[in-house]
């Protein structure tokens, strides 16, 4: 079985629900914004929902994150729509031969020289008019409806609001196109579709990916098989629940790590057992190390942030002590707004939890003791 973990995951455990909610809403034409943070099986969701959909709906998926200019995107739009019929890399073979390209490819809703022509379009605004209407032109002459992916749609903040808006004018005009919209920087995607004073205000169904449920999880790995009949014991099943909180990501990397440390011992045994799963762990950590320790140091620059931050990982939260309380709900706010810690305030990345646990000492000698204004 492939178990890779980040990148693009193949493994998609305990989404069943979420499955059945994307089908129901593309269903009735709804636009869905899937939110949720990095590395929580967002893409591979989405992807594993439109991978089963050839035969009922047109699919196309666009990186936001991957353009860095208005132009840039259009360029992967297009590439997506030409790829419906079978054109890959339309834009770089368009670019550099346009008559051999020409030739060599016929499509049915329209002359590749449509694509081309979009090319030569200076006027960002209108090739991202006339971009965005190739959706729905293909759907209409197709027949089918077409459900348009927008991996990172967050990252299109860096286009500026008019560009946003522009967007929604042409999207809300497509009655044959559903989109879907993915994003992790919760309050970024929360800004886009519930405050009323932006554009996409309302315009998709909110679906917030949390925790996997340790039901998943244990079911997952108690029938997982890996190599040589390779099976994970029950005590490292638990072992493992434990240590990743519902974290999907480390759910993948810790049974993976745990399988290598497992043959490492060379031990003769045909199953995993918990300390291979706490020497995974142990390994995750050190791996990590670095990232940590320069995550901390951000959040430790800024008054009695760092502090707070501890707190939250070693003691839990208190409400009374030298940092006033609406400072420290300032702070709470900000690591929210942040990513690193949820609406109940624990800690979005477990193994940053364990790794600000483990250095307990360390950080009470460079805890940041600047006051607030």
Known sequence: ?????????????????????????????????????????????????????????????????????????????????????????????????????????????????????????????????????????????????????????????????????????????????????????????????????????????????????NESIETFASELILGENIRFDDEAVKSLMQGVGGHPFYTIKVLQEGYICFLMENSGKYTVCANNIHQAIKKILFDNAVYFETLWQKLNSKKHKGSIVKELAIDGFKSGDKVSLSYKSQMIKELKDDGVIDENKKFVDPMFLKWLQSSNDALDNNISSLSPN
């Open 1 to 213: 079985m492939k178990l890779n973990a980040g990148g693009l995951s193949s493994v998609v455990i305990g989404r069943e629900k979420e499955l059945i909610q994307l089908d129901a809403y593309v269903s009735l034409g709804q636009h869905i914004a899937v939110i949720a943070p990095r590395r929580y099986g967002k893409t591979t969701l989405v992807n594993a929902f439109l991978d089963k959909q050839e035969d009922r709906y047109l699919t196309c998926k666009i990186d936001v994150f991957a353009a860095s200019t208005i132009r840039e995107f259009c360029e992967i739009y297009i590439d997506a729509i030409y790829k419906l019929d079978g054109v890959k890399n339309f834009v770089k073979h368009a670019k550099d031969n346009v008559m051999e390209i020409m030739g060599r490819f016929s499509l049915e809703y329209g002359d590749v020289k449509v694509g081309y022509d979009l090319l030569k379009e200076e006027d960002e605004n209108e090739l991202a008019r006339k971009t965005f209407y190739l959706a729905q032109s293909i759907s209409v002459s197709k027949g089918k409806k077409l459900i348009a992916f927008f991996d990172e749609f967050g990252d299109l903040s860096k286009f500026g609001q008019g560009f946003i808006k522009k967007l929604r004018s042409y999207f809300q005009a497509h009655s044959n196109v559903v989109y879907i919209f993915a994003g992790s920087q919760q309050s970024v995607m929360d800004d886009i579709f519930l405050n009323s004073d932006n554009a996409f205000f309302n315009f998709a169904t909110l679906m917030r990916i949390g925790r996997l449920p």
